[in-house]
């Protein structure tokens, strides 16, 4: 597979979430790029995150590039802010008022960051992804393994727990 790259910009509106989160799947399917339903599913939390911080903190338009080679996909989401995110140290809704959805993007993305630019920040989400080897012919080939489980999380009272944590 040859790196592939794509580039949109969508206003700093709450209805842009779902349209830049949507566009985002869409052109990974466009790619032909399959991915087992939990990665698909944590690429389309993080990124909801990763938008809606930007809809939030940041003015102007916001600039969303995604970045594909055999091993890797990136998530960049560029913002007119120069404050960089820094996610809470806990869960405890009672504590902090934002940053809890940077708690997601932690657990579901493979590594996250973020870097000042000349015009604000990226903030961006890596996600390893395995890459597509052909069927295997024979009973004696072992099965392929996937990169990582991806935790499955319940909303509880006290806040968002990783499934099996909290009874």
């Known amino acids: 597979m040859n ?3 794509a580039r949109f910009a969508t206003p700093a509106a709450p209805q842009s979430v779902a349209f830049a989160r949507d566009r985002i799947l869409i052109q990974l399917d466009a790619w032909g790029l399959t991915l087992e339903q939990n990665t698909r599913e944590a690429i389309k939390l993080v990124a909801s995150e990763l938008i809606t911080n930007a809809v939030v903190h940041a003015e ?4 969303l590039g995604l970045y594909l080679d055999e091993a890797r996909l ?3 989401v560029h913002d007119s802010s120069r404050t960089l995110p820094a996610p809470p140290d806990s869960c405890d809704s009672t504590e902090v008022e934002s940053g809890r959805g940077l708690l997601l993007v932690n657990v579901f993305a493979d590594r996250w960051g973020s870097d000042l630019t000349p015009g604000g ?3 961006w989400a890596a996600f390893d992804v395995l890459p597509q080897l052909p069927a295997a012919t024979s ?3 072992p099965q392929a393994q996937t990169a990582r489980a991806r935790p499955r999380l319940r909303i509880v009272p006290e806040g968002i727990a990783l499934a099996g944590a909290l009874r």
Do not use: E, M, N
Not at 60 to 63: E, N, R, Y
């Open 3 to 5: 790196s592939r790259h």
């Open 121 to 123: 920040k990226k903030v």
């Open 74 to 76: 990136l998530l960049v």
């Open 60 to 63: 102007g338009p916001i600039t």
């Open 139 to 141: 009973d004696a080939l």
